[in-house]
Every structure is written in structure tokens, then in C-alpha cells.
């Protein structure tokens, strides 16, 4: 083969190459225009587990290119404030989650009584005594103090959570969808909002492929053999 054969070889394969990158580009754009369109609209699910515990789960933004969900356009709160943090990761991203929860702590212990305030007025004394309550629990524990003129609190909630991110199936021939979830271990805590971001990784399309190895010449005899090689996956199997 010439070097001219070689080289208008080589040309036709990277121009290959740079269509198959185009196309595949767009494709995924349009791909995930659609994605982010649908998952923005979604809405948090809450349900309990076997075990009893509080789990909300919503739609994550799975997408090849980050862009779109930044340049996204929105009122919901939630998904500005992931945008903020995809935004300002420094490095290459794999995933990103935001989350708010309340805490509702009820309860009731003794009061303890103790010596307070004496205030003299004339003749007559006024004794203002101190009220105070402790408590030590699983999921928290603090000490409230009234006095005469003000109240004083120290209190400590524990919280533990869980997430995951994975594929749900969808039913039958359809896609699955990526979703988040999160989990409260604490059963007085209940998330508020919850929104994730998945960087979806590209189908490759395009393969330039550089092989050596002994093959079949045209006299049908083996001979060694070296090689650029091209080709387009149309169908693959997950």
C-alpha cells in the first residue's frame, strides 16, 4: 500500500472520528435537554422502610454534561442551590446532593426547683426560684433554665442519614429512571427538599481502534499485520 493510500486512509478515518464526536455531541445535548426538563418537574416521594424509618426519594438530574443543568432556568429553590454546588466544585464531578430537614422534638421531664433570685422590697422579701429540666435521649439531649427574668436552653439534636443514588426500575420496556434517596435513622426528623445530580456517562459511538497481530494475506498464507481500525456501536447490551 502507498503512503498516499495510507494517508488518505488516515484522513477518512479522522474526519469519521470528528463526525461520529459530532453527532454523538448533539445527540446527547438533545438527550439530556429532555432529561432535565422531566427530572426539574418532579416531585419528592416519601414513604417508611421495613424497618419503620422515613425514606423521600425524587428524580436525579442524570446527564453527560453539566452545562445544561447549570444554564437551567428556575424558581425552585432546591435545584439554585444544587446549581450553586455543581458550580462551584473545583475538579472533575461524579456526584452532587442537597438536602434540608426539620426536626420535631417533643417531650416532657421533671422540673427540678432551686434556690433563685432574693429581692427586697421594703419589708417585704420576694424569693424567684430557679426551674430547671434535663434530659438525655437517643436523638437528643439538653437542659432548659428559667429564672426569674430569662430562660436559657442547650439543646443537641442528632441526626443520622443515608443516601443512595441508583437506576429504579420503571416497568416493563421502559427506561429506568436514576433517582436519590435519603434516609432518616431519626423519626422525629423529615426531609423538606432533596435534589441530586449524576454525571451520566456517553455512550461510545465512535472506536479507532490501532491493531497488530498475524492474519490471512492474499495468497492465504498467515502474515503479521498492522493496522488502524474504525467503527460506529450501533446497538449495545447493558
Known sequence: MKAREVFLIIIIILLLAGGGYYLRSQANKINDLEEVSD????????????????????????????KVLLNLKTNDET???????????EGKLAAAIVARSETLEKGATATKISGGDTVKS??????YPIYSTDWAEKWSEGIITA???????DI????????????????WFKKREV????????????????????????????????YAGVGVGKNFEFEPQIGI?????LLGIK
Open 122 to 127: 421594703g419589708d417585704t422579701v420576694f424569693i
Open 79 to 89: 435545584i439554585k442551590a444544587l446549581q450553586e454546588v455543581v458550580k462551584g466544585f
Open 39 to 66: 427530572t426539574a418537574s418532579d416531585s419528592l416521594e416519601t414513604y417508611k422502610n421495613k424497618n419503620g424509618e422515613l425514606v423521600s426519594e425524587i428524580k436525579s438530574f442524570d446527564l453527560v454534561n453539566e
Open 156 to 171: 443537641k439534636v442528632k441526626n443520622d442519614y443515608s443516601f443512595t443514588i441508583g437506576k429504579k426500575s420503571n416497568g
Open 179 to 210: 433517582v436519590v434517596n435519603m434516609t432518616n435513622l431519626n423519626p422525629n426528623t423529615a426531609t423538606q427538599e432533596l435534589r441530586s445530580y449524576n454525571v451520566k456517562q456517553a455512550p461510545k459511538r465512535f472506536n479507532l481502534v490501532v
Open 147 to 153: 429564672s426569674r427574668d430569662s430562660i436559657t436552653r
Open 229 to 233: 481500525g474504525g467503527g460506529f456501536t
